[in-house]
C-alpha cells in the first residue's frame, strides 16, 4: 500500500512501515458504533487515504471490536494491513483467563484470531504489565508464537523502562524475538512519564513507538469546553472524566484554542500534529465514530509545527505535565 498524502514510519529498528496516523477500535467499534454500514465506511476510508495500521484488543467490548473490524478487513487485501491486537485483562471470571502467563496468551492469541478472522496478525501486544508473571515467561511465550508465525513481531503497552529492559534481556538470553514496538498514551495533558522514561527506553532498545489517546479521549478536542455532550467518551466513562475532565485541564485546552487558530487548523488536528513531531513516534493512533471526524483527524499530516509553536504549547501543557 503506498498512498501519496501518507506518511510511512518504519517501526523502530524493524523492516516494518506503519502509517503515521493509525485507526484504533476503544471504545468505538462494537461499542459507541455498532451500525456495521458506519464501521465499514470509517474503515474503508482509512484504508483507502493510506493508513496501514489497525489497532484492537481482545477486552475492548470483549472481543466485539475484534468481530466488527475482522468483519470490514475481510474485503480489504490482507498483505496490505498490520493488525494488532492485544491480551492481558480478563476476559471471563476463570482465575487464568488474565495475565501474560503462557497459557493466558497461548489461548488468548487463538481467540483473537478466529474473531478478527486471520491466520495472523502482524503486532500482538501484551496490554499492561503483568507483576505476578516472571517476564521471561511472556517473552517465551511470545517468541513462541512468532516462531509458529501466528504473531509477526510483538509489542508492550503502558510498560515502564526497567521492565521494558527486563524483556530484552530475557531475550538475549534465550535467542528469543524482542519486542519490537512499545504502545504509550502520549497527549499534551499527559506527557512526563513519555519523555523521562518511554521515549529514552525506546530509543535503547530500537522499539517503535505507537502512542495512543492524542485528544485526552476528546477534552484537547474542545468538545468539553462548556458542557459534557451526551454520548461521548467522557460522559460513558467516570474513569476517564475523572482522570481528564478538571478545571486546571480545561483552562489549558481553552488557552489552546489560541494557538491552533493562529495557524487556522482545530485543536484535534494541532494536538494530532504535535504527536507525530515527537521524536521516535512511528504511529498515532486515533479512534472515529463518524467518518467526518476521521478526514478531519487525517489533515492532521499537513500541520507544520514550528519551534515557535513548540515554545507556545510547553507554556501552556509544561514538559512534565501528567503521567
Not at 478531519?296 to 500541520?303: E, G, Y
Request: charged share 30%; glycine share 6%; hydrophobic share 35%.
Amino acid at each position: 500500500m503506498f498512498h501519496k498524502d501518507m506518511q510511512y514510519r518504519p517501526m523502530g529498528r524493524s523492516g516494518l512501515k506503519l502509517s503515521a496516523i493509525s485507526l484504533g477500535g476503544w471504545t468505538t467499534y462494537g461499542a459507541s458504533v455498532k451500525a456495521e454500514d458506519t464501521v465499514k465506511a470509517i474503515i474503508t476510508h482509512a484504508y483507502e487515504q493510506g493508513v496501514n495500521f489497525f489497532d484492537i484488543s481482545d477486552i475492548y467490548e470483549k472481543g466485539e471490536a475484534e468481530r466488527a473490524m475482522g468483519r470490514v478487513f475481510a474485503d480489504l487485501p490482507r498483505h496490505e494491513l498490520v493488525i494488532s491486537t492485544k491480551c492481558y485483562w480478563p476476559m471471563s471470571d476463570d482465575v487464568n483467563d488474565k495475565g501474560l502467563s503462557r497459557k493466558h496468551i497461548i489461548e488468548s492469541i487463538e481467540k483473537s484470531l478466529k474473531r478478527i478472522g486471520t491466520e495472523y496478525v502482524d503486532i500482538y501486544f501484551c496490554h499492561r504489565p503483568d507483576a505476578e508473571t516472571p517476564v521471561e515467561e511472556t517473552a517465551l511465550a511470545m517468541d513462541q508464537l512468532v516462531r509458529q508465525g501466528k504473531v509477526l513481531y510483538w509489542g508492550t503497552s503502558e510498560f515502564d523502562g526497567d521492565t521494558i529492559r527486563a524483556a530484552h534481556q530475557s531475550a538475549r538470553e534465550w535467542l528469543a524475538h524482542p519486542p519490537r514496538v512499545e504502545q504509550p498514551q502520549l497527549n499534551l495533558l499527559s506527557r512526563r512519564r513519555f519523555h523521562t522514561d518511554v521515549q529514552p527506553t525506546a530509543e535503547q532498545t530500537g522499539m517503535g513507538l505507537v502512542t495512543w489517546s492524542p485528544l485526552a479521549s476528546g477534552l484537547l478536542s474542545g468538545k468539553y469546553d462548556d458542557e459534557l455532550p451526551e454520548g461521548t467518551r467522557l460522559w460513558r466513562s467516570e474513569n476517564l472524566r475523572n482522570a481528564y475532565l478538571t478545571d486546571d485541564a480545561k483552562d489549558r485546552v481553552k488557552k489552546f484554542k489560541t494557538v491552533a487558530d493562529e495557524l487556522g487548523v482545530t485543536r484535534a488536528q494541532l494536538a494530532i500534529a504535535w504527536c507525530l513531531a515527537q521524536r521516535g513516534v512511528s504511529s498515532v493512533i486515533t479512534g472515529a465514530t463518524r467518518l467526518e471526524q476521521l478526514k478531519a483527524n487525517l489533515d492532521a499530516l499537513k500541520v507544520r509545527i514550528t519551534e515557535e509553536v513548540f515554545r507556545k504549547l510547553d507554556e501552556i501543557f509544561p514538559p512534565s505535565l501528567g503521567q
